[in-house]
Structure formats: structure tokens, C-alpha cells
């Protein structure tokens, strides 16, 4: 009797223990399905995040390339565009060294008078001054010549005096008496009226088919 | 006889009280395990998601960076092209140089 009693009480004893263990045990299998879900769970949302960042970097890569082109493009541009600058530059320097060396030849002369004429033309004659350049075929003038041509040309008797004033520039000015109204035909002034025709010319020139 | 029987019910009893104590103590255990796994879980996914968003960090930047060097590379290579034209203008330009004084000259010199 005491014996079953015994073996009664240490069944229920035994059963408990298989019911703990058995509880505990569920928890701990409990814990890793879990973490491994939640682990699961971050892979996949990363993913999705990994597909979004790396779409955004993607973009701004092909940002970045379009404004580092899109800079060379320019710098390129600019450096070509500042090189024919240059060279036109050049070119209207020339055109001063040449006009330099006209100056001290005879040829110079008639182009003078020439100046003269088309600047006291547009004047209409009349008593007018001109105003030269001091160098050796400015005091060549014949100015009783040049008044003739005028005085023909506009029909107004035309008298010439050259002033004392004198300009560093080659060519021409010619005002009226008074001083009111002045033609500037010196050749830097025909030059700047006409800079972007003569740009257009020389560039042409210089760089068509290049 | 009776006192037996007494005797026999009260160590039933008692292990019957003990067995309950032993499952709640079971129960107890396994809520602590199932709070731990939650933060174990939690943290699992922290440190999952982390790891994955550094790499796609650094392929990103990489991907960046690449692309700037390969937009420099070029640039370049366009640069010392611009180069090359620059000297073929300039070359072509000295040929013509002398025409195109002549042309301003015979522009700006009056005719006749």
C-alpha cells in the first residue's frame, strides 16, 4: 500500500517535470523561430531600401556625370572661343604695326587727304581744323588742294586751317570752328565704329572650316 | 488503517502542490525566455538591418565615385582634344593671318 502510494506520488512529481521541461523547452524553440523571423524580416526590408539607395545613387551618379561633362563641355568651348579672342586680337595688332610703317611712307599721303576729304564732306566745308598726328607727311598736306576738292565736292566754299593741337592717334579729326561738331577719322575710331564687322571678317578669315 | 490512508493523501497533496509549483516556476522561466527572445529578436533585426544598409552605404558611394572618375577621365580626354583643335586652329589661323590684315587694311583705308 505504501508503496503505491509512493509510486502515485512520484508519477505526479514526474509528470510536472515532464511538463516544465516540456514548457521551457516550447519558450526556447519559441526564441529562435522568432529572432530568425525578425532577421528575415530586416534581409527583406533592407533589400528594398538597398534597391532605393542604390536607384538615388544611381541618379546622382548620372548627375554627377552630366555636370562634369556638361563643365568640360564649357571649358572647352571657352578655351577655343578665348583662343580665336586671341588671335583676332593679334590681328587687329598687326593691322596697327602695318598702319605704323604706312604712316612713315609716301603712300601715306594720299590717304590722308582722303581723311580729310570724306571727314570734311560729311562737315558740308566751311571753315573747318583739323587736327593731325605729329609726324613728317601730316605737314605734307596741300591744304589749297584738299579745299578745292571740298569746296567742289559739298558746294560750300571751304577753308582749312590745321590746329596746334596735336593727337597721338593715326589719322584724321576735323571739327568745325567753333568746335561744336567733330568727324573722327583716325584710324582707331574707324577701327572701334567698325569693330564688329571687322571681328566678323577676320574670324571668318581665320577660322571658317576650322 | 485510517491514519495510513491520511499519511497517503497528504504526501499526494504535497507532491501535487509541488508539481504545480514546479510548472509555474516552468511558466515563469518560459515568459522570461519568450521576453528575452523579443529583445534577442529586436536586437537581431537592428543589427541585420545596419549591416545590410553599411554595405549598400559603401556600394553607393562607391558607384558615386566611380562615376566621378570616369566623368574626370573623360573630361580629360575631351580637354586634350579641345587641346589638339586649339593648335589645329592656331596653325591654320598663322597661314591666314596675313590675308586677314590685308582684308581690315583694305577695309578700313579709304578706296578710290
Known amino acids: ?19 516544465s521541461k516540456s514548457i521551457v523547452d516550447d519558450a526556447q524553440r519559441s526564441v529562435d523561430v522568432l529572432v530568425e523571423k525578425r532577421k528575415h524580416l530586416a534581409l527583406q526590408n533592407a533589400e528594398k531600401e538597398t534597391q532605393a539607395r542604390i536607384k538615388n545613387a544611381r541618379r546622382e551618379a548620372e548627375i554627377i556625370v552630366g555636370k562634369v561633362t556638361m563643365e568640360m ?15 583676332t586680337s593679334i590681328v587687329f595688332e598687326k593691322v596697327m604695326e602695318r598702319l605704323l610703317k604706312l604712316v612713315e611712307s609716301e603712300d601715306y599721303i ?21 587736327i593731325m598726328n605729329e609726324n613728317k607727311s601730316s605737314r605734307q598736306l596741300n591744304l589749297t588742294s584738299l579745299e ?17 593741337q ?13 568746335g561744336k561738331i567733330e568727324v573722327d577719322n583716325t584710324f582707331e575710331a574707324i577701327m572701334k565704329r567698325r569693330e564688329k564687322e571687322l571681328r566678323f571678317k577676320i574670324m571668318k578669315i581665320l577660322f571658317e572650316n576650322s | 488503517m485510517v491514519l495510513g490512508l491520511l499519511e497517503a493523501f497528504k504526501i499526494i497533496k504535497d507532491n501535487e502542490k509541488e508539481a504545480e509549483r514546479m510548472i509555474r516556476e516552468a ?17 537581431t533585426y537592428e543589427k541585420t538591418w545596419k549591416g545590410e544598409i553599411v554595405k549598400v552605404e559603401h556600394q553607393c558611394s562607391e558607384l558615386k565615385e566611380k562615376a566621378r572618375e570616369n566623368a574626370k577621365a573623360e573630361a580629360e580626354v575631351f580637354l586634350r582634344q579641345a587641346e589638339e583643335q586649339i593648335k589645329e586652329i592656331r596653325r591654320k589661323a598663322q597661314k591666314k593671318m596675313q590675308e586677314a590684315v590685308d582684308s581690315v587694311l583694305s577695309e578700313i583705308l579709304p578706296k578710290g
Open chain 1, 1 to 19: 500500500m505504501e508503496s503505491k502510494i509512493q509510486k502515485i506520488a512520484q508519477h505526479i512529481l514526474d509528470d510536472a517535470m515532464e511538463e
Open chain 2, 27 to 43: 511558466q515563469t522561466q518560459a515568459e522570461r525566455i519568450r521576453s528575452e527572445a523579443q529583445q534577442k529578436a529586436e536586437m
Open chain 1, 166 to 178: 596735336i593727337i597721338q592717334s593715326l589719322g584724321v579729326k576735323v571739327k568745325t570752328m567753333d
Open chain 1, 110 to 130: 594720299p590717304i590722308l587727304e582722303k581723311l580729310v576729304i570724306d571727314a570734311c564732306s560729311t562737315l558740308g566745308g566751311g571753315n573747318l581744323e583739323i
Open chain 1, 73 to 87: 563641355k564649357r571649358e572647352a568651348h571657352w578655351k577655343v572661343l578665348s583662343e580665336k579672342e586671341n588671335l
Open chain 1, 148 to 164: 578745292s576738292v571740298i569746296t567742289e565736292l559739298t558746294g560750300v566754299e571751304t577753308q582749312l586751317t590745321v590746329a596746334k
